[in-house]
T-cell receptor, first 110, second 117 residues
């Protein structure tokens, strides 16, 4: 049972580059979310989705786009990376009472 | 808006002893869910325990229990019989109001627990 799979695990980008962080879940959950974790901080919500075709902004959405074309996949796009986006990114798939997290993607923007 | 406050940046406990990690929350919603997650040094987020605001009994999961005091808006995590493997960051989180999906969690800044042999 894979659960929530994030790729890549590590990434270094130059300022201004774009990239997509991939997230896939095999639990048939309707709800998925992206969070970022910065040093000394808890996780902060970037975007979330309550089902295929439905997405909405969280606390810190600027600089990120998402789409949800299938139940399984919820990619996070950085359109023009900035050093302030250096962080660890977590994707979560959830149902009531529990959110299952991926292993995280450590992104560095130089 | 919801807010979680974890006032203990770091805690130390001796192996086999119990430890309480503090969490207070702020929400104007009457219905909400409270979560605790563990993050070991390897980085993954591990779900520990959940408490719904209308649950009449405190939640328990093995060595983990949640001391839920609704009037004080606190949801402290109690770990009994600490083990070396319990050394990790611990995060408290809230979802208010519950949506049926736990997709919008608000996290505290965490408490780093160190278990000494």
């Amino acid at each position: 049972n894979a659960g929530v799979t994030q790729t890549p695990k590590f990434q270094v980008l130059k300022t201004g580059q774009s990239m997509t962080l991939q997230c896939a879940q095999d639990m048939n959950h309707e709800y998925m979310s992206w969070y970022r974790q910065d040093p000394g901080m808890g996780l902060r919500l970037i975007h979330y989705s309550v089902g295929a075709g439905i997405t909405d902004q969280g606390e810190v959405p600027n600089g990120y786009n998402v789409s949800r074309s299938t139940t399984e996949d919820f990619p996070l796009r950085l359109l023009s990376a900035a050093p302030s986006q250096t962080s660890v990114y977590f994707c979560a798939s959830s149902e009531a009472g529990e959110a299952f997290f991926g292993q995280g993607t450590r992104l560095t923007v130089v | 808006a919801q807010k979680i406050t974890q006032t203990q940046p770091g805690m130390f406990v001796q192996e086999k002893e119990a430890v309480t990690l503090d969490c207070t929350y702020d929400t104007s919603d009457q219905s909400y869910g409270l979560f605790w997650y563990k993050q070991p040094s390897s980085g993954e987020m591990i779900f520990l325990i959940y408490q719904g605001s209308y649950d009449e009994q405190n939640a328990t999961e093995g060595r983990y229990s949640l001391n839920f005091q609704k009037a004080r808006k606190s949801a402290n995590l109690v770990i009994s019989a600490s083990q070396l493997g319990d050394s990790a960051m611990y995060f408290c989180a809230i979802e208010a109001p519950p949506t049926g999906g736990s997709e919008k969690l608000v996290f505290g800044k965490g408490t780093k627990l160190t278990v000494n042999p």
